[in-house]
């Protein structure tokens, strides 16, 4: 009884979002697509590479149409008709400088048609671009981020997307996709 009431304490305090990996047939092989966020002074994530989502609010039947009306709210991308679901990744506790949030992250992927348009939203997608996935699955993009903790320089492990560093959340939710891959 006490596991039970403590289960859903917990459960309430939890805040959820969800994020859409998406994935499309390029020229070169298969594709993934990747958001920089937009500066912004309140966001812990601002300026990072990632993926479009974001937290779940009232109106989402599910923290699926989440990931779909975040990535249309984004980038202009509507999955339902542009788009399959194909799969979801495990849940992620966020990390933000350096803490744990209070905010767990669940990931689906969606497999995008060719054709699709992008159209980023000024406000929270400084830039978007599709990157090849081969590279970052064979471990041709392997990088490190140097990162400051209390006064020690950590390298978290990273990939290098034509410059721009992908790691953290984004980083670990591709690291699950390809251990599926295998």
């Known amino acids: 009884m006490l596991e039970a009431r403590a289960a859903r304490e917990l459960a309430e305090h939890e805040k959820w979002a969800a994020v859409a990996m998406l994935l499309r047939d390029g020229v070169a092989g298969p594709e993934v697509f990747f958001i920089r966020r937009a500066e912004q002074p309140s966001d812990p994530w601002s300026g990072h590479m ?30 339902l008709a542009q788009a399959e679901h194909i799969g979801q990744l495990d849940d992620l506790q966020a ?17 995008v048609h060719r054709e699709s348009p992008i159209r980023p ?13 081969l590279p970052l699955y064979r471990g041709e993009a392997d990088t490190v981020r140097p990162y400051q903790w209390h006064g020690t320089q950590i390298d978290f492990p990273a990939y290098d997307v034509g ?7 984004t980083y670990q939710m591709l690291r699950s996709f390809f251990r599926i891959l295998g």
């Open 95 to 111: 990390i933000a400088r350096g803490k744990p949030q209070e905010t767990v992250i669940r990931p689906y992927v969606f497999e």
């Open 163 to 169: 410059g721009r560093v992908v790691w953290g959340l």
């Open 121 to 133: 939203q000024e406000k929270e997608v400084a830039e978007a671009l599709w990157t090849p996935l």
């Open 50 to 79: 990632a993926v479009p989502g974001g937290r779940q609010q009232s109106e989402d039947n599910s923290l699926l149409d989440t990931a779909i009306r975040e990535t249309r709210e984004e980038v202009g991308l509507d999955l």
